[in-house]
């Protein structure tokens, strides 16, 4: 078992539960099993390989929050590191990488983001040089400031420069959609997302569909596809097949140890609605979170296995309407903490190869909540990953939701809670002005979705809806607004076919 140790400076500048959400990962960034905690003022890291890796930790940086850093590839080795110090190596270090990325297809980079850079180098080589470790420590926090406004900067160049290159070559715009949970829209919340949004997924929950094996009460999913039609909205059907709580009906447990049983019931519900909706959506999710999905005794191989007959069942059924498969947590965190075969990205690829008539793959980015959401990632950590899963070569949608509150949401269905604390639905809505137009300067992202409506019904995550408990929209709204409003004066168009 290999162990890599790190100097804590302050020794409470983390918390033990922050501890235990570092990972180390190799060159693919696809998390190494392991355990991490704090002892003796120290970040512990035991996992069972001894190769050369990355940290990956959430660490408070002024100004900005929690953010998940990563070091440079550090070797094994008896002396521990100076966490600060290396954190602020790493982060200088894809700072420059990435710019030189950028720089290499043309980004033009203002002479003030290379200020701010070379700032951050000045104050980690001083860092570096300093005999005293509080010292070291403070210059190293004050680099990891500074390269962090930098990143935010060099952020916001690309995404002005790839929309002006988007609007001037009229490529497709990505849809910009909402998931409309499971209950009737009333009136007053149907006209403000009418105003903001031209798509939306519908659900098509098992779990409220079907309460009663073989009982199918298909009124509310009815009435909203029906909403969207109307409104000529692009409309996404799903996930068909999504297994845990709040997502699959309490009768499944009739099949534990039943895998045929299970399929059986998986096939006749699919075939229902799918049959029912067909020619009424534009896009199926046959799945969703098969990666993370901790069902009955279901093991990965059968998870594979459901996943992969879902789609071939939607596709006999509807040839003609696009296909994709959703995965949860596309930076693989749960992976440092389970005996997983299958990363998500190695799951997706071996679907595509099976060539089922996947058309695309759904990320569901729950950010900045734990243990089983996306950690805090920075502008330019956002990017790369959604980069990486381009490189499966199939068009992307993304699904997005980040929490408004820290305090206890007694309606969340899941036991994951906001990593970060002091969050209003102002730092809700700053991270969407930050993040969102990354996602849409993508030329191979084909639709972006809040995945999350209302607070005031029972939810996955907590507060991560667009109305709090009393409907009333939050600001984050306003920015989906404006969003929506500067793709509407753009000249490029959705296109409809992929």
């Known amino acids: 078992m290999g162990v890599m140790r790190f100097v804590v400076s302050p020794p409470d500048r983390i918390t033990p539960d922050m501890a235990q959400l570092a990972y180390m990962s190799g060159l693919d960034r696809i998390p190494w099993r392991g355990v991490s905690r704090l002892a003796n003022g120290q ?3 035991e996992r069972e390989i001894s190769e050369s890796g990355n940290l990956f930790l959430p660490w408070p940086v002024e100004g900005h929050g929690m953010v998940t850093l990563a070091t440079a590839c550090l070797m094994e080795r008896q002396e521990p590191y100076h966490l600060p110090l290396e954190l602020a190596r790493g982060e200088i270090s894809q700072f420059r990488n990435q710019q030189a990325d950028w720089r290499s297809i043309g980004l033009d980079v203002p002479e003030a983001v290379s200020t701010m850079a070379t700032e951050a180098t000045g104050l980690f080589a001083k860092a570096v040089g300093s005999t005293d470790p509080g010292e070291s420590a403070r210059l190293a926090e004050a680099a990891l400031t ?56 519908v659900p098509l929950a098992w779990s409220e569909i079907e309460t009663s094996e073989g009982a199918r009460n298909w009124e509310v999913f009815d009435r909203l596809i029906q909403w969207c039609r109307r409104r000529d909205w692009f409309t996404c059907g799903g996930p068909l097949l999504q297994l845990g709580p709040g997502s699959s ?46 069902f009955l005794s279901l093991d990965e191989e059968e ?63 729950n950010m900045g909540y734990a243990p089983g959401g996306t950690l805090p990632r920075d502008p330019l950590d956002f990017s790369r990953q959604l980069d990486a899963w381009s490189g499966l070569g199939v068009p992307l949608y993304v699904s997005i939701c980040v929490p408004s509150g820290d305090h206890a949401d007694p309606l969340a269905r899941r036991r994951d809670r906001p990593v ?26 084909h639709g972006v979705f809040w995945s999350q409506l209302h607070d005031c019904v029972p939810h996955d995550f907590a507060h991560g809806g667009l109305f709090d408990f009393h409907r009333r929209a939050k600001p984050a709204l306003a920015t989906l607004t404006a969003l929506r409003h500067a793709l509407d004066r753009s000249p490029a168009d959705p296109d409809e076919s992929s």
């Open 43 to 45: 970040l512990i890291v």
């Open 146 to 201: 500074s390269i962090l406004n930098a990143v935010d900067q060099l952020a916001s160049c690309y995404v002005d420069q790839a929309w002006s290159v988007k609007r001037a070559s009229r490529m497709r715009w990505p849809w910009l959609g909402v998931d409309l949970g499971t209950t009737i829209l009333d009136d007053p919340i149907a006209q403000q997302l009418a105003g903001t949004f031209n798509a939306a997924r």
């Open 249 to 294: 009906p309490d009768w499944l447990y009739l099949f534990e140890d039943d895998f045929a049983g299970l399929q059986s019931s998986v096939s006749d519900y699919v075939e229902a609605t799918v049959s029912r909706y067909r020619g009424q959506v534009d896009l199926w999710q046959c799945a969703g979170r098969p990666n993370t999905a901790e």
């Open 303 to 365: 998870m594979v296995q459901l996943t992969a007959h879902v789609v071939e069942q939607v596709h006999s059924l509807d040839p003609r309407t696009p296909l994709v498969i959703g995965f949860d947590q596309p930076w693989s965190e749960y992976v440092a903490r389970r005996d997983v075969d299958f990363p998500p990205v190695y799951f997706a690829d071996a679907l595509l190869r099976a060539n089922l008539g996947i058309s695309g793959l759904l990320l569901e980015m």
């Open 420 to 445: 970060e604390t002091h969050l209003t639905p102002q730092t809700q809505q700053d991270w969407l002005a930050r993040y969102l137009p990354i996602a849409l300067a993508k030329p191979y992202v």
